[in-house]
C-alpha cells in the first residue's frame, strides 16, 4: 500500500494534487489545508498518503501534515463517513479548529460543513472526542492555481474551486467571494476560503 510520495509537483487544484515520481503521475485527493500548504506546481512535493481500496477502484488521498492523516483516518473509521466527507469535514475548518470543535462538542459549528448534518456531526463528536488526545496542528499559508475567469483574481478562483468542490452552488459562492473580500478577508487563500465558506450559507 502507498503511504508516502516524494516527487514533483505536477498540478494542484483546491481538491486534488497531481504527484510526478519518477515518471509516474499520482492523482492525490487533497483537502483544501494541504492545497494552502503546497507549493508552486514545478517544486519538490512530499504527502502523507492513505491509500482507500475498494472492489472497482484504488483512490488516494494525500496529506501535508501527520494530524491531517490521523484526522482523516479516524474519520473514515466512524460508520457514515466515506474518504470523500472525511475530505469535505477537513476542507470545512482548519484542523486546529476542526479538533477543537470536536472537544467542545460544538455540533453547531460541525453542521455548517457542506454535506455534515447534525446526526453525523453529533457522531462525530460521540465517537472521536476521547481519541484526539494530544492532537494540534497549524493553519497552512496561502496557495494560488493558474486558470480563472477574468472576473476573479488567481487566489479568488481557488477558492471558488474549493467552495464548488464542496458542494456549494457557483453563483452564491461567488457572491460570498465578494462579501468576503469586501469585508477584509484579505486576498490568501485560506482566510478568503473561510469567510466565504461562513458567507456562502
Partial sequence: MIAFLQGRLLEKHPNQAIVDVQGVGYDVAIPVSTFSALPAAGAEVRLR????VREDALALFGFYTPEEKLLFEKLIGIS?????????????LPVVDLIASIRGSEVARLVRIPGVGKKTAERIVLELRDKIAGMGGAPAAAGAAADRPPALSEVEYDVLSALVNLGCQRPAAEAAIRKAGAAGAGAEFEPLFRKSLELVR
Fill in 49 to 52: 498518503i492513505h491509500t482507500h
Fill in 80 to 92: 457514515g463517513i466515506g474518504p470523500r466527507l472525511a475530505i469535505t469535514v477537513l476542507s470545512g
